[in-house]
């Protein structure tokens, strides 16, 4: 099973809107990554949150993470249509088993 | 190279056969992960290797599937006797350090089994 569920699955705004998405996960972390896919092939790396961050912030990014709540939020701000993508959360668990685990994504589509 | 890099691109095989995979990851990372993707859906994680520990295996479906890692370097990933249900993006990522780093992916196989 996952360890992280985005939300929603699917999102489509207009260009020049925010864009927010949720990832929530069940076990305790040692960082949480956003990812983003186009096309179903390759993933890039987005943006990092360690465990004991609250709040980080990467150009138009912006993550924040509650580790009371077991949950991350994604903010993309001024979307562009060259943003529409998948964009996934993965949990980097405690533990020794360092793997990551992602979520099953959400698709952002933004209309220009 | 300067990326992960995964042959083949795309491989169509019938059902039955024996297929391998191959990932190259980046020079000097000690982790590699493979994960597989069926469309539309998250990734599902396969198996890690992390230098030269015992790697995890834990996510493997079946024992059709399996993968080693030569000389903490290349890996391949093999899937005997193939089936339909194992068609689906394959994807090879690499991380310079076992955790709070990112994975570095390449840009997947895609197998169809017929």
């Known amino acids: 099973s996952q360890q992280g569920e985005e939300d929603p699955q699917a999102l489509s705004i207009q260009e020049g809107e925010n864009a927010t998405m949720n990832c929530s996960y069940k076990?305790?972390?040692?960082?949480l990554q956003w990812y983003r896919q186009n096309s179903g092939r390759g993933l890039v790396h987005l943006i990092l949150i360690r465990s004991n961050e609250r709040e980080k912030h990467s150009g138009r990014l912006r993550v924040t993470l509650d580790t009371s709540k077991k949950s991350s939020s994604l903010l993309i701000t001024a979307s562009r249509a060259a943003d529409t993508a998948s964009y996934f959360c993965a949990t980097d668990a405690s533990g020794s088993a360092r793997q990551l685990t992602f979520g099953s994504g959400t698709q952002l589509t933004v209309l220009p | 190279g300067a990326g992960v890099s995964q042959s083949p691109s795309n491989k169509v095989t019938e059902k039955g056969k024996d297929v391998e995979l191959r990932c190259d990851p980046i020079s000097g990372h000690t982790a590699l992960y493979w994960y597989r993707q069926s469309l539309g859906q998250g990734l599902e994680f396969l198996i890690y290797?992390?230098?030269?520990?015992?790697?995890?295996k834990s996510g493997l479906p079946s024992d059709r599937f399996s993968a080693e890692r030569t000389g903490g370097s290349v890996s391949t990933l093999t899937i005997q006797r193939t089936q339909q249900e194992d068609s689906a993006v394959y994807l090879c990522a690499s991380s310079p350090l076992p955790t709070n780093t990112e994975a570095f992916f390449g840009q997947g196989t895609r197998l169809t089994v017929v």
């Open positions: 290797f992390q230098g030269n520990s015992a790697p995890d």
């Open positions: 076990t305790s972390i040692n960082n």
